[in-house]
């Protein structure tokens, strides 16, 4: 074990609402394990008040997360990347910028909460089913042994895991 937290990078388009859950869930349920970022393809201006409300809700601090681009990761000086989740269907036929670390990459779609529609409670509500669909997810991740697993390995353990 060499005691190197696996960086994992998770992707939305516009890094305000299911990447956003997903980087506050690993780097919590990871304990240590994990170092979790997200960014987007198109970032949009601040976080989902619903994923702010969600988070604040169940304990965590979104005060210092803001949308960020994934060209953020795209540079020498970016942090190290093992693996990328891109968590939208969208993302699944864009072209993926290139990384200087090699992560591997796997798709995990996970439904949309911004697309629900009715009333504030019914919006609510589905921001908080999918907080619940990503915490059964990260839960799946945090519980791999993942100690020096790097490369094909990894990515056969991140599919393995992948959401139905």
């Known amino acids: 074990m060499t005691g190197e937290p696996l960086h994992v990078l998770f992707l939305c388009p516009g890094n305000a609402c299911r990447?956003?859950?997903?980087?506050?869930?690993?780097?919590t349920v990871g304990?240590?394990?994990?170092?979790?970022?997200?960014?987007?393809?198109?970032?949009?201006g601040a976080i989902s008040p619903y994923v702010k409300e969600t988070l604040k809700q169940v304990g965590y601090d979104t005060?210092?997360?803001?949308?960020?681009?994934?060209?953020?990761?795209?540079?020498?000086?970016a942090p190290r990347l093992d693996a990328v989740i891109t968590l939208a269907a969208s993302l699944q036929s864009i072209?993926?910028?290139?990384w200087y670390?090699?992560?591997?990459?796997?798709?995990?779609?996970?439904?949309?909460p911004e697309l629900a529609e009715g009333?504030?409670?019914e919006r609510i509500g589905a921001f908080r089913r999918c907080y619940g669909d990503m915490e059964q997810q990260m839960l799946k991740l945090a519980g791999l042994e993942?100690?020096?697993?790097?490369?094909q390995n990894l990515l056969r353990l991140l599919q393995s895991i992948s959401p139905a």
């Open 101 to 112: 670390s090699n992560p591997v990459h796997v798709h995990w779609n996970m439904d949309n």
């Open 146 to 151: 993942t100690d020096d697993v790097r490369g």
């Open 119 to 121: 009333e504030d409670h």
């Open 63 to 77: 005060s210092d997360q803001f949308p960020k681009s994934w060209n953020t990761f795209t540079v020498p000086s």
């Open 19 to 27: 990447s956003i859950m997903a980087e506050a869930l690993l780097n």
């Open 95 to 98: 072209q993926l910028p290139v």
């Open 31 to 44: 304990q240590g394990r994990f170092c979790a970022f997200s960014a987007g393809n198109n970032p949009i």
